[in-house]
């Protein structure tokens, strides 16, 4: 389920396009679209899944120490420094939907 997440890396297999402007990107290639289905069952059963051209984004070492930024810096705000930490630092509550939607910005119209 994170096939979009590490697509674009040198480890997704894909091939490497130099764009008109000198850029790179690579094909992304979903489990369920045709090109897949086609290379790997040789028939084609539905048409579920995508192929796109995506950005390059290199090592995907790179990608996951990005990853891994975000999660301290969430784990920063409850002054935790590590996921056991968390755990015991924070209350989870539930949310209703109207009480999400009530949070989100909104314009009230006269």
Not at 82 to 90: H, L, P, R
Request: aromatic share 10%.
């Amino acid at each position: 389920m994170a096939g979009s997440l590490f697509a674009g890396t040198d480890e997704a297999p894909g091939i490497l396009i130099q764009d008109e402007g000198g850029g790179f990107s690579k094909v992304f290639r979903g489990m369920a679209s045709a090109e897949s289905q086609g290379d790997w069952r040789g028939t084609v059963g539905s048409l579920e899944g995508i192929s796109a051209t995506v950005p390059y984004k290199g090592p995907v070492s790179d990608v996951v120490e990005d990853l891994v930024k975000g999660v301290r810096s969430g784990l920063s705000y409850s002054g935790a420094r590590d996921i056991e930490e968390f755990y015991g630092k924070v209350q989870m509550v539930k949310q209703t939907s109207s009480s999400y939607h009530e949070g989100t910005p909104h314009v009230v119209s006269f």
